[in-house]
């Protein structure tokens, strides 16, 4: 589902996957407002999912911002929405601090005042393979919980979401044969 939303938004506003993704999770993958918003005003709804952002505090040479080490260029990553630049080692440490915070699609360049979001291959470049896993589940879980036409099943064990064809439904079944309501999920 997340994917067909994406591809929706790609083709729609002939833009990236990436900044298709980003604009989606800034508002919390509900896709008719995001469209409403953006076909009134797209600088403003670009500016406001962070970018659109022409930072003029980008850090220069070969110098972390945030250890002020000096680092060769391969020891530097820059964010690819903002051009700040800091070393691997802080943006590893930065990133694993917010995913093990239970952040995914929501986490911003660690610039001061910057809020150009992170994307999952900048995430997945930085970050042990141990800790992609658990910021790829919390992106599901996100993706899953803002959206309402999606719902957890709520059986012991299960873990599936299930699609509603329609909001309101008083009843819904999971593929694992749990019926429910979506609306109390009892």
């Known amino acids: 589902e997340q994917e067909n939303e994406i591809k929706r938004i790609v083709d729609l506003f002939e833009m990236s ?12 993958w509900n896709a008719e407002k995001l469209i409403d918003r953006y076909s009134e005003d797209a600088d403003k709804v670009l500016e406001a999912a ?3 952002l022409a930072c003029a505090e980008t850090v220069g040479g070969a110098t972390c911002g945030v250890c002020f080490c000096d680092c060769a260029p391969h020891e530097l990553s820059a964010s690819p929405r903002c051009a700040h630049a800091f070393c691997n080692d802080c943006w590893a440490g930065y990133l694993v601090s917010q995913i ?6 929501g986490i911003m360049c ?13 995430v ?5 393979a141990n800790v992609y896993v658990k910021y790829a589940e919390f992106s599901q879980c996100q993706f899953v919980d803002s959206n309402p036409y999606l719902k957890w099943c709520p059986a ?12 309101g439904k008083r009843e819904v ?5 749990m019926s429910f309501c979506p609306s109390c999920m009892k």
């Open 17 to 28: 996957r990436i900044n298709a993704a980003a604009l989606l999770a800034h508002y919390h």
């Open 173 to 177: 079944r999971c593929s694992c044969g």
């Open 100 to 105: 093990g915070d239970g952040a995914a699609s």
């Open 156 to 167: 012991p064990g299960c873990g599936r979401a299930v699609k509603l064809a329609a909001l």
């Open 124 to 128: 997945q470049a930085l970050v042990p």
């Open 50 to 52: 962070g970018l659109n």
């Open 110 to 122: 660690m610039a001061h005042k910057c809020k150009a979001p992170l994307d999952a291959s900048f």
